[in-house]
């Protein structure tokens, strides 16, 4: 009787630990997934800017019908936000903008497929239309 006990015993401390193992990695991988949703949800705010810059005229601070002024350095990134990061990740103007497009790009601060890689995505903005396109999960 005292052999079926401890076998008992080992095997519900194993089960217990693949439980607690598995709800870990099931958490981490949450906390990835909402951090790339945050970080998608800002990077639309600052298309919405960059749309609202386009057709802002310069006398008001604006581009009057460009995104030119969108250059990839802090200033440009200025005229959407007066903070490059938060506490989803960081923001950058990847491709300066031209007379038509802008790209801004944001890297979060977890990583969700352990490659070492943060999770990052990038959106293309245009006067009338936005293509995001998440570049590492």
């Excluded at 949703?37 to 601070?61: E, K, Y």
């Excluded at 936000?81 to 923001?91: S, V």
Aim: aromatic share 4%; no cysteine; charged share 10%.
């Amino acid at each position: 009787m005292g052999q079926q006990q401890l076998l008992l015993i080992v095997l519900s401390v194993i089960i217990v630990g693949i439980a607690v193992v598995v709800g870990i990695n099931m958490f981490n991988d949450q906390a990835a997934s909402s951090n790339l949703d945050a970080v998608t949800a800002d990077l639309m705010n600052l298309a919405s800017r960059a749309q609202q810059h386009f057709r802002r005229p310069v006398a008001m601070g604006g581009g009057g019908g460009t995104f030119a002024l969108l250059a990839s350095t802090p200033a440009g990134l200025a005229y959407l936000t007066t903070q490059g990061t938060n506490e989803n990740g960081a923001y950058t103007i990847s491709t300066a903008g031209s007379a038509t497009q802008v790209t801004i790009q944001g890297i979060g601060k977890e990583d969700g497929d352990g490659d070492g890689t943060n999770a990052t995505a990038r959106v293309t903005v245009w006067a009338d239309s936005v293509a995001m396109t998440v570049v590492n999960r």
